[in-house]
């Protein structure tokens, strides 16, 4: 028992908390926008690819435990680190020049708030409170079409693009697959990866907006 | 090369306890030789504030030959300055130019209380070494050379990893003030090396303990803390951490404390 205990109590076992709900985060993510796709194939693809999954009781469920376990071992893992890292520093420095970070990596405790909301309003919006309830199509189709909507849509998956570079990155590191022969795919994988998705995910509503989808 | 003379203006961070605010004073150094080290600049302007009866700078030094770990400030917002691979008393003034600012801050970080001016307390990492850091064997005289063979792969790896001097620039570099690096290069260096098996699993678990214990942050992956080691300590060694971290958990030394913890 002391042993568990000790490695979720360590900084390091914080952050392979952080990996490995991580992970699972990004696979369902990868999932959900290959399922998404189905909105190229027309109205009829999409809304049967949704009843599928609305009929498959137990995997429906079973998938949005595992998600919500995911999420909350994330965000309380994540603020737990957040707040000793804000600690650790003490006084700030005058003057502080970057060396080797990025973009995405210093920008993590923003994108990460945006994502919460952004997940919390995309669930409200076609998922709890949809327009036209199992009419999915539709309500992607006619939501999208709503430039604000869209633009909610788009700003939240930019910033699950920067988040999703830096955290498949982040991970690999700390779950410790470092190996000066493979680094440089690490680095390369977390891109493509973080830019597929995302660029594929923008898509929707831009397609949308541009008149390539419509009801 | 040859030798210029510089007239520089420094803003230096003057602190006279860990519970002074603190505050930056500015200085002039002026007919600075190009060929001194920063440090022997830094001498250049102490003595003139010696001699008008001021308390000089106080910063910590040793060898100065960038092997001790004693030496170390951010210089303009970098740690040990703007030379790679560097620490701050091999840094040499013909890396500035005439009439520049310079800002000099100590290491900051909870884990290191300011002492005074550009010192800072470092005994955290050396609690962090006695926390594990070590191999418990009976000394005696050296033994046979070849008595233990050691690939050469594994021992330049034990070497990589060892060259840490533990001056504190990760710390001061990280964004989140972490000794990740630190901690990660001194249980690598063991662990890779036939010496330091007996207390592997044990090794990792006190000395990542003792890191958190000292209120050090925890590592977001940003590099700096590579960037700014005058080592080159390599980010690998974090990754190797983690995974002793994590095999400690699911695995005891034998003949070790580890089964009664």
């Known amino acids: 028992m002391q042993r568990a205990l000790t490695l979720h109590q360590t900084t390091i076992g914080k952050k392979v908390v952080m990996a490995l709900s991580g992970l699972i985060i990004v696979g369902f993510v990868i999932g959900h926008f290959l399922g998404n796709l189905n909105l190229y194939r027309g109205q009829e693809a999409l809304d049967d690819y949704a009843h599928l999954l609305q009929s498959l009781t137990p995997v429906l469920w079973g998938t949005r435990l595992l998600l919500l376990f995911a999420f909350g071992a994330h965000i309380v893992s994540a603020f737990s680190l957040w707040s000793r890292n804000m600690k650790a520093r003490g006084s700030r420095y005058k003057k502080h020049q970057d060396m080797a970070t990025d973009y995405a990596a210093r920008t993590m405790y923003w994108s990460g708030p945006i994502l919460l909301l952004f997940v919390v309003y995309h669930l409200l919006h076609f998922t709890i409170l949809p327009e036209h309830p199992g009419e999915v199509y539709r309500n992607v189709v006619e939501g999208f079409q709503n430039p604000w909507i869209a633009g909610v849509y788009i700003t939240g998956n930019i910033a699950l693009g920067f988040h999703l570079f830096h955290g498949i990155f982040s991970a690999a590191q700390t779950l410790g697959a470092n190996h000066p022969r493979y680094n440089a795919y690490r680095r390369d994988a977390a891109i493509a990866i973080s830019a597929a998705i995302t660029l594929g995910n923008l898509s929707f509503p831009i397609s949308v907006l541009a008149g390539f989808v419509t009801l | ?261």
């Open chain 2, 1 to 261: 090369m040859s030798e210029e003379l510089l007239n520089l203006t420094l803003h230096v961070w003057r602190q006279d306890g860990p519970n002074d605010a603190g505050r930056f004073e500015t200085h002039q150094a002026n007919g600075i030789s190009t060929h001194m080290s920063f440090l022997e600049m830094l001498d250049v302007v102490n003595e003139d504030l010696i001699e008008r009866d001021k308390s000089p700078i106080a910063f910590d030094h040793d060898c100065r030959e960038g092997i001790c770990g004693s030496c170390g400030m951010v210089v303009n917002g970098v740690a040990h300055g703007p030379q790679k691979l560097t620490t701050v008393c091999q840094l040499h003034m013909r890396q500035f130019d005439d009439g520049h600012e310079v800002w000099l801050e100590p290491w900051r970080a909870s884990g290191f209380p300011v002492v005074k001016d550009l010192v800072v307390d470092r005994s955290a990492l050396d609690r962090i070494i006695q926390a594990g850091g070590y191999i418990s064997i009976r000394t005696g005289s050296a033994s046979e050379a070849n008595e233990m063979p050691i690939a050469k792969a594994i021992a330049d790896q034990a070497m990589d990893a060892a060259e840490c001097i533990g001056c504190g620039a990760c710390v001061a570099a990280c964004p989140n003030a972490s000794a990740s690096l630190f901690t990660a290069a001194k249980i690598s260096h063991l662990s890779l090396l036939p010496q330091g098996q007996a207390e592997r699993q044990d090794r990792a678990r006190t000395m990542v303990a003792q890191m958190d214990a000292e209120g050090f942050g925890g590592c977001t992956n940003h590099g700096e803390c590579e960037a700014a080691c005058p080592k080159g300590v390599s980010l690998q060694w974090i990754a190797r951490m983690n995974r002793e971290l994590v095999r400690s958990m699911v695995r005891s030394d034998s003949g070790t404390k580890s089964g009664r913890r």
